[in-house]
């Protein structure tokens, strides 16, 4: 089984910071895809940003040049860390990894339980 437990949501204020953290544990032989999701109340969850392994990450243009997503590949881990806070960031995130368990094995998808954020004064 695999396993990935988020960590590190909050209540900040509008202009703050928050370092989300992502760990993958388990039957794991290699993570090609960590990525961020995110799902505000009543909206469809959606792409915040994604790291192929020894690859360039992108962003949502909502996030750009505000959210930076890395990497300890040693730790199957996966950070986001958000500066520039605003009151739309508001949402559950979700850690999302793309990973096969065996050598050969089939790729397959993962997900956290989610690490709910909120912005507001």
């Known amino acids: 089984q695999v396993q990935l437990v988020e960590s590190g949501g909050d209540l900040v204020q509008p202009g703050g910071s928050l370092r989300l953290s992502c760990a993958a544990s388990g039957s794991i032989f290699s993570i090609y895809v960590m990525a961020w999701y995110r799902q505000a109340p009543g909206k469809q969850r959606e792409l915040v940003a994604r790291?192929?392994?020894?690859?360039?990450?992108n962003y949502a243009d909502s996030v750009k040049g505000r959210f930076t997503i890395s990497t300890d590949n040693a730790e199957n881990t996966v950070f986001l860390q958000m500066n520039s806070l605003k009151p739309e960031d508001t949402a559950v995130y979700y850690c999302?990894?793309?990973?096969?368990?065996?050598?050969?094995?089939?790729?397959?998808?993962?997900w956290g339980q989610g690490t709910p954020v909120t912005v507001s004064s």
């Open positions: 999302n990894a793309v990973l096969n368990r065996q050598r050969g094995g089939l790729m397959e998808d993962y």
């Open positions: 790291i192929p392994r020894g690859g360039t990450p």
